[in-house]
């Protein structure tokens, strides 16, 4: 199983970023993918999961409505589409297999 | 949300001794057909975290078995039978029967 992300960096308060998760080594398409953060030297925190097909998504209270998860599984790939970013919201992003494999993370920085 | 509350913050072992991690949650994480949704990861320095055990008490492969994991209902534990030096890092519970999934605060454990 690998996962790698992609996609973070640094943007202002208020700006958008689009992160994306490349998977292998495993049936992409029949596994739920989660986004899960950790806000420099803090905890892990949830951030979304998505079902094997965009049909059924589920978010954490301080993302939703600002964040869109989504997959493509004919090019296996996952991805997070985060507007109106908040400074909270610098972390490294982590997907994940089912909350079983994690990828490496990538990095969002939020700061004016 | 479920609270899950890890104890202790922070644990000094000697190698070849054991340890042991206490996590509570607010409420059941049984679900209606008896599976339990309570997981362990570590997460080493610089590093993302890693499975150890899945539902409350299976361990995920290629984890040694010095980890166990035992608890039912909101109230678990993880133990290390006999502590070694590759163990440091930071330990968290973590739930997974409803959204939102919430992990305890950590459990660091140092040499």
Redesign the interface.
């Known amino acids: 199983v690998q996962l790698v992300e992609s996609g973070g960096g640094f943007v202002k308060p208020g700006g958008s970023l689009r992160l994306s998760c490349a998977a292998s080594g495993f049936p992409f398409s029949d596994y739920y993918m989660?986004w899960i953060r950790q806000a420099p030297g803090k905890?892990?925190?949830?951030v979304s999961?998505i079902g094997t097909s965009d049909s059924h998504t589920?978010?954490?209270?301080s993302v939703k409505g600002r964040f869109t998860i989504s997959r493509d599984n004919t090019k296996k790939s996952l991805y997070l589409q985060m507007n109106s970013l908040r400074v909270e919201d610098t972390a490294i992003y982590?997907c994940a297999r089912e909350?079983?494999?994690?990828?490496?993370?990538t990095l969002v920085i939020v700061s004016s | 949300?479920i609270v899950m509350t890890q104890t202790p913050v922070s644990l000094s072992v000697t190698p070849g001794q054991p340890a042991s991690i206490s996590c509570n949650s607010s409420q059941s994480l049984v679900r209606n057909d008896g599976k339990t949704f309570l997981?362990w990861?570590l997460?080493k320095s610089g590093?993302?975290?890693?499975?150890l055990i899945?539902e409350v008490s299976h361990r995920?492969s290629g984890v040694p078995n010095r980890f166990s994991g035992s608890g039912s209902g909101a109230e678990f534990t993880l133990k290390i039978s006999r502590v070694e030096a590759e163990d440091v890092g930071?330990y968290?519970c973590?739930q997974?029967i409803q959204?939102?999934?919430?992990?305890?605060?950590?459990t660091k454990v140092e040499i």
């Open positions: 989660s905890g892990l925190e949830w999961y589920a978010y954490a209270a982590y909350t079983v494999d994690w990828g490496q993370g | 949300d997981y990861y997460q590093q993302a975290p890693k499975l899945y995920f930071v968290y973590m997974s959204p939102p999934l919430t992990f305890g605060g950590g």
